[in-house]
């Protein structure tokens, strides 16, 4: 049974940082591109970032600079570090797995607030 498991998020202040984690079991993580989307209430889901099973990365304009993604194919984990948080990141943020099919995580809340 394939599971992916995030962990991290919270509140934070403007500003501020969280770092994201996305723990994945039942799959061949090395073998997977992985990500992060986003869905803020009202809106719809939204790609942040992607790392191919090679490496490669990309992000959403609004994160660039700001937002880091990274995998560790050791601990078949996932990261999204997250800088200068702006009250637009609020969001709920999910963990996806690709590689023929397309698994998802359960989300974690991040909210960015004074």
């Known amino acids: 049974q394939v599971q992916l498991v995030e962990s991290g998020g919270g509140l934070v202040q403007p500003g501020g940082s969280l770092r994201l984690s996305c723990a994945a079991s039942?799959?061949?993580?090395?073998?997977?591109?992985m990500g992060w989307y986003r869905q803020a209430p009202g809106r719809q889901r939204e790609l942040v970032a992607r790392i191919t099973n090679g490496g490669n990365t990309n992000y959403a304009d609004s994160v660039k600079g700001r937002f880091t993604i990274s995998r560790d194919n050791a601990k078949n984990t996932v990261y999204l570090q997250m800088n200068s948080l702006k009250p637009e990141d609020t969001a709920v943020y999910y963990c996806?797995?690709?590689?023929?099919?397309?698994?998802w995580g359960q989300g974690t809340q991040v909210t960015v607030s004074s």
């Open positions: 996806y797995a690709k590689r023929v099919l397309e698994h």
């Open positions: 039942g799959i061949n993580f090395r073998l997977n591109a």
